[in-house]
């Protein structure tokens, strides 16, 4: 019971926060883009209803939402971690061995191809195209911070220094 209406009060906070950005873009439905990179940007991805409630709102069908929500690399379906390390899978960084980093990642949080989050939601690892540094590879992103030139040690050390900043601040 306590569970049901912890989940209806989160549920009630997240469509607010959408019916702010359906407002700030008047309910055009020319603006879904936006509008799904706004919701994006607030919770970092798009869950089942939040696309059902855009889609409603918007008055376009669901699946044209979802469609949109797919096409584009940039739009997630899956939660993510609060932190983001983003691996860069181009050939330059491919070449300089940027996955000896994914794996020391990988082994760091217990993650794999198929698992990219932990289960506290700390990290998230993927893998994205060229980011256009390739004079600095293999280049890591960390959330916001580009690390060119990045090893093995270095990713791990970063989640570690990410883990021990959490800690100071509890
Ligand atoms: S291949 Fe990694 S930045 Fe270009």
């Known amino acids: 019971m306590q569970e049901t209406m912890e989940k209806t009060k989160a549920m009630v906070q997240h469509l607010a926060a959408v019916n702010r950005i359906l407002e700030k873009n008047n309910h055009d439905p020319a603006r879904l883009i936006p509008i799904l990179q706004q919701v994006q940007d607030v919770y970092k991805y798009l869950s089942k209803d939040v696309i059902s409630y855009v889609a409603n709102s918007l008055d376009v069908p669901v699946a044209r939402v979802y469609g949109v929500a797919t096409f584009y690399a940039h739009f997630s379906l899956n939660p993510k971690g609060k932190h983001i390390f983003r691996l ?46 390739c004079g600095l590879a293999p280049v890591v992103v960390v959330d916001e911070a580009v690390y060119g030139q990045a090893t093995p040690a270095q990713a791990v050390k970063l989640v570690d220094d990410i883990l021990a900043a959490a800690n100071v601040e509890e």
């Open 88 to 133: 860069c899978d181009g050939t330059a960084c491919h070449v300089k061995k940027s996955h000896g980093i994914l794996h020391a990642l990988y082994e760091k949080l217990k993650l794999n191809d198929d698992k990219r989050t932990t289960d506290d939601m700390m990290f998230t690892v993927e893998l994205v195209s060229c980011l256009g540094a």
